[in-house]
């Protein structure tokens, strides 16, 4: 083990204080401290700092969606000065205040600085401190036993979006965790529709497209706080005259500079799409000839089980295609047709018998089923007047060019989050949204537009040997706690437990239960005090080489070049992989730098936008060079084309028969829903927003930031004033998960009978708790057939609330 600590290599402030017991008691509290303080243990030592000013540059974390790449001035060593970078489009040249703070947060007291072994409890957060050799080793001495005893898929790696690796999940050979349970509730309904089923929802074109429409519907979004580098384009869409309509439970900052904004019952979304569709089906305001010639609207149904009909019977509902195409009632010749063939006329509104049986087109089915979702009803759910619904839906389908946005929060995070996403992109094709030719005409996820949609190139990927491959995991990460998950072994990077799954404290407890955790990590999250072993890896702005990671997004390659040397003891997410590759046998399969895997990258791109970018190329360009053949404004589906079973937009679920929703049907919240008994006794509904400040959980230490934020559950003042509490009072906020404590405060920004929190703060900043204990975690059955999997409802949860 290694010895003593210097202020270069040490201990984090917790582990420091608990790990090192009588020496910090005779050091005293006072020396500690100062040991810690950021202009002495964090701060480089003048005399190993280089002395003199250079520039560096690098991109920032991906997180926020935005992947600003940045200018970064070094002084004597330390990090001085954050600018965007040089790009050759200069709408891309961005960045907000997260980047601008990374000038202190790179250096916070929260960075992990060596490597540390548990020697309490799983959960105390008591380490010592070991060197990287002898945390290597023990992690792969504990894969192989893992192996060995249980199978390698008994090990699973979290990964993270934020992490700069590529090959640790194959080497381990285990489950990899992508279906994270947040981020994909309303890309489960919208995606499928569209495109291949990995998709999360992302818009159908860039946000800078927004300038071009007249009606803007905003559902659930605050982009302004969450994606804080498109307020250009939200506001140059105001002044071109766009009307963008915010429809939203609490007043957030994007309501407030929207042209209006109408509150609505937090959870019903899909009650609100679904009211829509019935307007505009009962008014004739839909597209016909979009509908017959580009979506699967004329495609026949057996309303017997749901099935589409094929040229030829099938067992597999994916065996469709050009060999076995779905058929339509073609009205030039009075019978059925391939949807393909050339010189049809499908039917719309049709039905007829087939053989006995009985058939619909989509289109007929969809006008049936929405008979149960008037307007009245809608606007019971939602809260919305029915005259408000009628004037919106009229702009919508009416005054276009139009765009309907959605967000990763809000609705997004509630059990019937799916049922929301396909409804949306059922209302979305009924007024002919994707694939036009007309500027101004989209829908999807707007904040996941840069990094899905516009000008994402493909890379190459470096190849392993064969047996280097993912095990299929048995369960989504939402339900990895259960038992039959399989899971022995976890490794998490760059992320917290808490951001995953509900119900903290069931979290804990799962936790406690499994034989190995390693945690890598650059800040002491609240996952680092639940590992075994704890890796400090270096920020975006430190490699150990010149060359570092590599992307290709937003219309350009980008490239992390060195900007610090790494810090303290960290290590890049590279060299970790290849120190774990050669000790599970792997140590020639990968590539030897981070500039050759670079090369490899770009030289061996097959991807149009890509080929004949070189490494030189991209240095020069000071890490930034564009793709290829770029549009000025993105735009997927052009010429219609659809990466479905189709080639069209499938808006039927086939798979989603069995669960009652091949068309969108209302689902309420699981928790918070109007007449559910629960609420006698937890009356509010608690939701967890995002901020401009934070991005999930990074950034909760960033002390620039949170400055401006203290942990705090926001109360309407009527709720405030019923429960006897002043903005300032400490409150439990709780129910039979758990609970947890903070400050409260009052503001009319938050709708009655409603409690709002930001997501992912760490429990060391709250009085007490973490406020994932009160969470739902209940798993819809569905999840299991839907895109992502399981969607985490977070915000689907009933509290109450006293003083503490």
Request: aromatic residues 10%; proline residues 4%; negative net charge.
């Amino acid at each position: 083990m290694s010895g003593t600590s210097s202020p270069n290599s040490g201990l984090t402030r917790r582990s420091f204080l608990k790990a090192t017991g009588a020496a910090a008691g005779a050091l005293g509290l006072a020396g500690a401290a100062n040991m810690i303080a950021t202009d002495t243990w964090l701060a480089p030592a003048q005399a190993h700092a280089e002395a003199g000013e250079r520039v560096g540059y690098t991109f920032h974390y991906r997180h926020c969606q935005c992947n600003c790449h940045l200018k970064c001035t070094v002084r004597d060593g330390r990090l001085v000065l954050i600018e965007p970078n040089d790009w050759p489009d200069k709408r891309n040249e961005t960045i907000c205040l997260k980047g601008i703070s990374e000038i202190q947060h790179t250096y916070s007291e929260e960075r992990l600085q060596v490597p540390l072994k548990r020697v309490g409890e799983r959960g105390s957060g008591e380490f010592v401190e070991i060197t990287w050799d002898e945390a290597l080793d023990a992690i792969a001495e504990k894969v192989k036993e893992t192996q060995e005893k249980y199978g390698a898929q008994a090990i699973a790696i979290q990964t993270a979006v934020d992490s700069l690796t590529t090959f640790l999940p194959k080497l381990l050979k285990g489950q990899e965790k992508p279906h994270r349970g947040i981020d994909i509730g309303m890309g489960n309904g919208f995606s499928p529709a569209l495109a291949e089923a990995g998709q999360q929802g992302a818009s159908s074109n860039e946000v800078s497209d927004w300038k071009n429409a007249k009606t803007i519907l905003n559902v659930g979004c605050n982009m302004l706080e969450t994606c804080m580098v498109t307020a250009r384009y939200f506001f140059e869409a105001k002044e071109a005259g766009a009307e963008i309509i915010t429809i939203d439970p609490n007043f957030c900052t994007t309501a407030e500079k929207s042209s209006r904004w109408i509150p609505m019952i937090a959870g019903t979304d899909p009650a609100l799409y679904l009211g829509m569709i019935s307007l505009i089906l009962d008014k004739g305001w839909y597209n016909a000839p979009y509908l017959k010639a580009y979506t699967s609207m004329p495609f026949m149904v057996k309303r017997s089980d749901g099935s589409l009909l094929r040229k030829d019977p099938v067992d597999d509902i994916k065996q469709a295609g050009s060999e076995n195409p779905f058929l339509v009632w073609d009205e030039n010749a009075s019978g059925l047709s391939p949807y393909d063939a050339d010189g049809i006329s499908p039917a719309l509104d049709f039905e007829t018998t087939i053989d006995g049986e009985a058939y619909a087109t989509v289109f007929k089915l969809l006008k049936e089923t929405q008979k149960q979702y008037s307007l009245s009803w809608a606007a019971e759910m939602t809260g919305i007047d029915e005259d408000v619904l009628v004037e919106i839906t009229d702009k919508y389908a009416n005054c276009g060019p139009s765009i309907l946005s959605f967000g990763f929060g809000g609705g997004e995070k509630f059990y019937n989050a799916d049922v929301a996403g396909h409804a949306a992109v059922l209302l979305a094709t009924l007024v002919g949204s994707f694939g036009t030719d007309i500027p101004g005409w989209g829908a999807g996820a707007y904040v996941n537009a840069y990094q899905k949609i516009f000008g994402a190139g493909k890379l190459a990927s470096w190849p392993l040997p064969s047996e280097c491959k993912v095990a299929s995991a048995p369960k989504a990460s939402v339900d990895y706690r259960d038992e039959e998950s399989g899971i022995r072994f976890m490794w998490v990077q760059n992320g917290a437990f808490q951001q995953i799954a509900g119900n903290q404290n069931r979290t804990n407890e799962w936790a406690k239960g499994l034989d190995f955790v390693v945690v890598q990590d650059i800040w002491h999250t609240p996952s680092v005090d639940w590992a075994d072993i704890v890796l400090p890896v270096c920020s975006h702005f430190e490699v150990d080489e010149e060359i570092g990671f590599l992307r290709a997004l937003r219309g350009h390659v980008l490239l992390q070049q060195k900007v610090l040397d790494p810090l303290f003891e960290s290590k890049t997410d590279f060299w970790i992989d290849r120190e774990m590759a050669k000790r599970l046998g792997y140590g020639d399969a990968l590539p030897k730098s981070q500039e050759e895997l670079a090369r490899f990258q770009l030289d061996n791109a097959t991807d149009k936008a890509v080929a004949g970018i070189t490494l030189d190329e991209v240095v020069a360009g000071n890490g930034v060079v564009a793709l290829k053949n770029q549009p000025e404004i993105a735009r997927s589906y052009s010429n219609q084309t659809y990466k479905t079973t189709s080639g069209r937009i499938d808006l039927y679920y086939e798979d989603l028969v069995e669960y009652g929703q091949a068309l969108p049907q209302y689902e309420a919240p699981h928790e918070a829903y109007e007449g559910n008994p629960l609420r006698d006794a937890y009356p509010l509904v608690m939701t967890q927003r995002r901020s401009k400040y934070f991005i999930h959980q990074n950034f909760m230490d960033a002390s620039w930031l949170r400055q401006y934020y203290e942990p705090t559950l926001e109360m309407n003042p009527i709720d405030m004033e019923a429960r006897g509490l002043e903005s300032g009072d400490v409150i439990e906020a709780f129910n039979e998960r758990g609970s947890f404590q903070c400050a409260c405060v009052a503001t009319e920004a938050v709708r009655p009978g409603t409690a709002v929190i930001i997501e992912g703060i760490w429990d060391k900043y709250m009085v007490s708790g973490n406020l994932q204990n009160v969470t739902n975690d209940a798993a819809n059955p569905r999840g299991r057939a839907l895109a992502k999997g399981r969607v985490t409802p977070f915000n689907d949860t009933l509290i109450e609330v006293k003083k503490a």
